[in-house]
């Protein structure tokens, strides 16, 4: 089993509309989640990341992400998506013992206005 | 400071050429990290040095040679690249090991083009 599952490869919203983007994460993994955006062309932004402090994240541009054990989910979502939310999608986890992250496949996020 | 830099930002090179890229953070982080991205693809792990020495090397081709000449500074050294290694290199540190949660901290990237 993957590690990290990220369903739907693409996700278009009109602007205003709720976004929702899912990750799963697989038991085996540290109860470190992170979500992670990327604009055409440039690097990986951190959006926020679950520590383990509080079951629901919040993050910058207005994205939250709710931790959920029992459905080994980390769904990243925002209320009113906006134009300048159209980028790529990362889900990651750590790997225990080991320095390095797993990332999901990704989700492309394209926002009509 | 909190951001890591790459230079160049565009390289283009032939088969025969022999680069570098350039990695830089002042931000104290010991662990540094050089991905591989491909269009619609998620980073793929090359390299990652803890405390300056080399801790993981995904069976990456001789071709790419890291080196870690401080703490502060990361390279990789390019030599007789292929087409197929034309792609988004990208750059990340962290303060310390990932799986007791921290972040990675990612570069702009460098876009390289094998000839």
């Known amino acids: 089993a993957q590690s990290v599952t990220q369903l739907g490869s693409h996700v278009s919203v009109s602007e205003g509309a709720l976004v929702l983007l899912r990750c799963n994460y697989s038991s085996s993994v540290p109860p470190y989640l992170f979500w992670y955006v990327q604009y055409p062309n440039q690097g990986l932004q951190l959006l926020l990341k679950y520590t383990s402090a509080a079951t629901l994240v919040k993050g910058i541009n207005g994205f939250e992400a709710e931790f959920k054990k029992s459905e080994t989910s980390f769904h990243l979502t925002k209320p009113s998506a906006h134009m300048s939310d159209a980028a790529e999608y990362f889900c990651?986890?750590?790997?225990?013992?080991?320095?390095?992250?797993?990332f999901g496949s990704g989700t492309k996020l394209n926002v009509k206005p | 400071d909190t951001e890591v830099t790459q230079t160049p930002k565009h390289l283009v090179m032939g088969m025969t050429n022999k680069k570098s890229l350039k990695c830089e953070q002042h931000m104290g982080h010991r662990a540094m990290y050089w991905y591989k991205q491909k269009a619609k693809k998620p980073p793929e792990l090359m390299f990652v040095?803890?405390?300056?020495?080399?801790?993981i090397n995904e069976s990456v081709p001789s071709r790419f040679s890291p080196e870690c000449p401080n703490s502060s500074l990361l390279n990789l050294h390019l030599h007789a690249l292929q087409p197929e290694d034309s792609a988004l290199y990208l750059c990340?540190?962290?303060?310390?090991?990932?799986?007791?949660?921290?972040?990675?901290?990612f570069g702009p990237g460098t876009r390289l083009t094998v000839l």
């Open positions: 990340a540190s962290s303060p310390g090991v990932l799986h007791t949660g921290n972040e990675q901290f």
């Open positions: 040095y803890s405390y300056e020495k080399l801790s």
């Open positions: 990651a986890a750590a790997k225990y013992n080991f320095n390095k992250f797993y």
